[in-house]
């Protein structure tokens, strides 16, 4: 699905929305988050937005693979659940 | 502004019943099945614990349970039954055409099923300069990071991508946390 392009009537809107929002994205990295204070390029937060995610996705990998062998032996039944629970309130 | 930490233990909660559900058969199941699973119904309640509220959830689901997918039973049994599961199974936007899309790629293309997809960006980015860093290559490959990203576009897909990078972090956080939580449980 390729993007409809209206004409460029209202176009200031959508901008400062973007801008807007391309800077709480911003935020949400730690790459970027020390230059709170500069707005980075639009492109370089997309670029980091990408390894960003490419990253967690690859922690969540990893982190599957170490509990797949932590509960290995644990038992996952309800007493270790609510011990896990109790340690993450 | 949704809670962080409540966002967890809805995770986690979620992600405890879903592994539950495919408990009877992990007694005998290899390291490689179980990370499967594990893996599997946590990325499945991270979510359903958005109640799909956005495309990208109901993406990730709809994607888990369709035709041809290796896993789809396995997914259906973390997802449990029918009637236990989120309303978003029963009128999921992004996800009926996403499916649809799987089952007929032309029609799809013409027909206003399309339009009913862009529910999920309501307005299309109009071009502006800032617009313009969201096409391209980039735009593509931070379209195919997000769970049903092809159907995203412009404020859409960014608002999308927020809450996916939000989403993504509480279940590595959770993850971490049962993974050093269960090796000190371990050494006892």
């Known amino acids: ?89 | 502004m949704r809670s962080p930490f409540s966002l967890k233990q809805e995770f986690l909660k979620k992600w405890i019943l879903g592994l539950q559900r495919c408990r009877s058969s992990k007694k005998n199941m290899s390291i490689f099945k179980r990370k499967k699973v594990i893996k599997l119904s946590a990325d499945v309640a991270m979510a359903s614990a958005r109640k799909g509220t956005t495309c990208w959830s109901r993406a990730l689901i709809a994607d888990a349970v369709k035709e041809g997918n290796a896993d789809k039973h396995l997914a259906e049994k973390i997802l449990g039954p029918a009637s236990e599961r989120q309303p978003t199974e029963k009128v999921p936007v992004g996800a009926m055409a996403y499916n649809k899309r799987i089952r007929s790629k032309k029609i799809l293309k013409r027909s206003s099923v399309i339009r009913r997809t862009i529910k999920c960006a309501p307005q299309a980015a109009r071009p502006s300069s800032i617009v313009k860093t969201l096409v391209g290559k980039r735009r593509q490959i931070l379209r195919s990071l997000i769970p049903g990203g092809e159907f995203m576009n412009g404020v859409s897909l960014i608002e999308e991508t927020l809450d996916y990078i939000i989403s993504l972090r509480a279940q590595v956080d959770v993850m971490r946390s049962l993974a050093s939580a269960s090796k000190l449980v371990n050494l006892n």
């Open chain 1, 1 to 89: 699905m390729s993007g409809r392009r209206s004409g460029s009537g209202v176009s200031s809107i959508s901008d400062d929305q973007i801008t807007h929002l391309v800077f709480k994205l911003q935020q949400l990295i730690p790459e970027l988050c020390a230059r709170r204070s500069l707005k980075a390029s639009a492109s370089k937060v997309l670029q980091e937005t990408c390894d960003y995610i490419r990253n967690l996705h690859k922690e969540v990998e990893d982190l599957s693979d170490r509990l797949s062998q932590l509960l290995a032996s644990i038992d996952t039944d309800n007493d270790q659940a609510a011990i896990v629970r109790s340690l993450l309130m």
